[in-house]
């Protein structure tokens, strides 16, 4: 089975704090993802990496930063955390090659800016 | 822009009956669909998905319809369950024009499913 984890279910930061997330994965996927999910606008890709140190913005990433020194770790960081990243983050994984279209999600974090 | 639209934020079904799920895109550079399903406090599992050379995919109660020329696909549970009410995303996914995808997935706003006993 595999198994994506987060760091933290629930996490509340102060506007301008520097946030990490974490995420990591055990089955040895080359692409992982972050999304934040909002009601309304369901999934959006912040950033995704393809393989170690390698990443590319997603559809959403100014606030955003990303950083994959090994490949089951995959962190997101909100270089200064502010009211509207208030959300659910999402981690993923996936197979590599050019149809690896079926990711596999960690449980998600809960992130409140207050 | 939103590329995957599901115009359905919520859909109430009677528990035996048949429960249908609608999704529309506008980029005819997708190549493949999915769906996802996700309860609360949980990350979204994969649940069936069909590419665009096939215009149905069947898997136990779950069946995925695509109508490319109408740029439509649809999710059919029957008979629906309690345990199916959920949020449902259709994604969609594309080869770039370098020949890979890194499997990246663009998501619709999701559709609140639920099932009455």
């Known amino acids: 089975d595999v198994k994506v984890t987060q760091s933290s279910r629930y996490l509340v930061k102060r506007t301008g704090e520097k946030v990490f997330l974490e995420c990591v994965q055990d089955?040895?996927?080359?692409?992982m993802f972050w999304y934040r999910q909002d009601p309304g606008l369901g999934l959006r890709l912040i950033y995704f990496?393809?393989?170690?140190?390698?990443?590319e913005k997603g559809d959403i990433p100014e606030g955003y930063s990303v950083s994959r020194e090994k490949k089951e770790r995959f962190s997101l960081i909100l270089e200064s955390a502010s009211t509207n990243q208030t959300s659910m983050y999402l981690c993923?994984?996936?197979?590599?090659?050019?149809?690896?279209?079926?990711?596999?999600f960690g449980p998600g974090t809960r992130l409140t800016v207050t | 822009d939103q590329q995957v639209k599901q115009n359905s934020p919520s859909l109430s079904v009677q528990e035996g009956r048949i429960s249908i799920l609608n999704c529309d895109y506008t980029?005819?550079?997708?190549?493949?669909f999915l769906w996802y399903k996700k309860y609360p406090a949980e990350g979204p599992t994969f649940l069936i998905s069909?590419?665009?050379?096939?215009d149905k995919n069947e898997d136990g109660r779950f069946t995925v319809f695509l109508n490319k020329s109408a740029k439509h696909l649809s999710l059919h549970i029957v008979p629906s369950q309690p345990g199916d009410s959920a949020v449902y995303f259709c994604?969609?996914?594309?080869?770039?024009?370098?020949?890979?995808?890194?499997?990246?997935?663009?998501f619709g706003q999701g559709t609140i499913l639920t099932v009455h006993p």
């Open positions: 993923a994984s996936s197979l590599p090659g050019t149809h690896s279209y079926e990711q596999y």
């Open positions: 089955m040895d996927h080359e692409n």
């Open positions: 990496s393809y393989d170690v140190k390698m990443k």
């Open positions: 980029n005819s550079m997708f190549d493949y």
């Open positions: 069909i590419s665009s050379i096939k």
């Open positions: 994604a969609a996914s594309m080869i770039n024009a370098g020949g890979t995808s890194y499997g990246k997935l663009t």
